[in-house]
């Protein structure tokens, strides 16, 4: 009796060539099974399919010459030989229409023109979706896209994850570089990098660091911690727990600043702004100015109120003045100063103090013979020094007076 395993190897199989089939769940011809033929192109559409139930496979780059192919499901591990030009891959058809996902472990491509590139349990699970790789990885949205990394997530419209570790682009042309826990909330808002780091409108944007918050429009946050930038337009470029409040404003770094007046800035340590239009500073040194006459009139000064540093001009003093040439004469608040210039004795009549407090004036012998002619000092109401009168009697004598309390006084 001849044995099957008695027949020579046969050679030159082609596709097409015929073997014999027994389908063992058909029991028309006996109860064990019905024989059939087959071409060797059904056995091997069958096996290929039956790795994964109706999934299919279809191999690109490279040409075919009776190489084998062996699938690991288990592990996702592939190994293709016999091609024998170009780079070879092995694709698996997806749920969506012409979907693809490189083989890997459980991932997933359920849209539309969808591609899961490898890695493990990575979906892309909308129309035009990608995700390159890593693990856990899902692309939610219309061309939405993840390049590899672990756990993250775009589900915007047109929104990117590059990698790191649990991110998110949750809206519209969002963007996450890489880093890990950040999410990009508003439209079009970016996030290059670091940790745990929110953009939550339009255009908002932050460069890295770690728990920073770019709440409002156009915010921007260069890096460092902690720092919120809750206006429109509002930046920080650095440092710790910064904040501002207001449209436009700017830290530039340090730490514990806060900005509450528009187009204001500050760069220091827990600096508390106090006007709009105001850069805000700890102190301020300027090295290497050159130093000016000190005749000139022209001086920075801060205002105590609001802490503005401003040029302010101080003009030269001046006083009034004017000479007494007879023997007697009332002075008036118009001059500040009288020379007695008259040869002989000479009666001065000083204004009523009552209401001049802080006013001075000055009496001078420019004659220089008061030791010969006094000069007698007489105010029309009050007391000088607690007298009636004063006489002013050594050559070039001069007396100051000031009004005080509703009486003059000698100074």
């Not at 949750?170 to 990009?184: E, K, L, P």
């Not at 006013?359 to 012998?365: E, Q």
């Not at 007298?387 to 003059?408: E, P, Q």
Request: glycine share 14%; hydrophobic share 30%; charged share 10%.
């Amino acid at each position: 009796m001849a044995f099957l395993t008695d027949r020579t190897l046969a050679t030159g199989v082609t596709l097409q060539d015929l073997i014999h089939i027994v389908i063992t769940g058909d029991t028309s011809q006996n109860p064990a099974g019905s024989s059939y033929k087959a071409t060797v192109q059904q056995v091997s559409d069958a096996i290929l399919d039956g790795f994964t139930g109706s999934t299919d496979y279809y191999v690109t780059g490279g040409t075919y010459s009776g190489g084998t192919l062996v699938l690991d499901r288990q592990n996702g591990s592939v190994t293709i030989t016999g091609f024998t030009t170009g780079s070879t891959q092995l694709y698996e058809v997806g749920s969506g229409t012409n979907s693809t996902q490189r083989i890997g472990v459980n991932s997933n491509t359920s849209g539309n023109y969808s591609v899961v590139s490898g890695g493990i349990q990575n979906t892309a699970s909308c129309n035009y979706s990608f995700v390159g790789g890593g693990s856990g990885n899902t692309a939610s949205n219309l061309y939405s896209f993840v390049g590899g990394g672990q756990l993250n997530s775009a589900s915007g419209i047109h929104s990117v994850v590059g990698g790191g570790q649990e991110n998110k682009a949750t809206s519209f042309c969002n963007f996450v570089g890489g880093g890990g826990q950040n999410t990009a909330l508003g439209f079009r808002t970016t996030i290059a990098g670091g940790r745990q780091n929110t953009t939550s409108s339009t255009y908002s944007i932050i460069g890295g660091g770690w728990c920073n918050k770019a709440i409002c429009a156009e915010s921007t946050i260069g890096g460092g911690r902690c720092n919120s930038a809750f206006g429109n337009g509002s930046s920080i470029l650095g440092g710790l727990t910064n904040t501002v409040f207001c449209n436009y404003g700017t830290i530039l770094g340090g730490s514990g600043n806060t900005i509450n007046h528009e187009l204001s800035a500050a760069y220091g340590k827990d600096i508390v702004s106090k006007s709009a239009n105001t850069f805000h500073i700890n102190y301020l040194a300027l090295n290497d100015t050159q130093i000016l006459d000190q005749s000139l009139t022209d001086y920075l000064v801060r205002d105590s109120a609001t802490g503005i540093v401003k040029y302010k001009t101080f003009q030269p003093s001046y006083i009034n003045t004017t000479s007494i040439s007879t023997s007697t004469y009332t002075a008036s608040t118009n001059f500040t100063y009288y020379g007695v210039v008259y040869s002989g004795d000479t009666d001065i009549q000083i204004p009523n103090p009552t209401s001049l407090d802080g006013f001075n004036f000055k009496i001078k012998d420019e004659r220089g013979t008061a030791g010969t002619y006094r000069i007698r000092v007489t105010p029309i109401v009050g007391l000088i020094d607690g007298n009636t009168y004063i006489d002013m009697n050594i050559n070039y004598m001069s007396l100051t007076f000031v009004a005080r309390n509703n009486n003059w006084w000698i100074i």
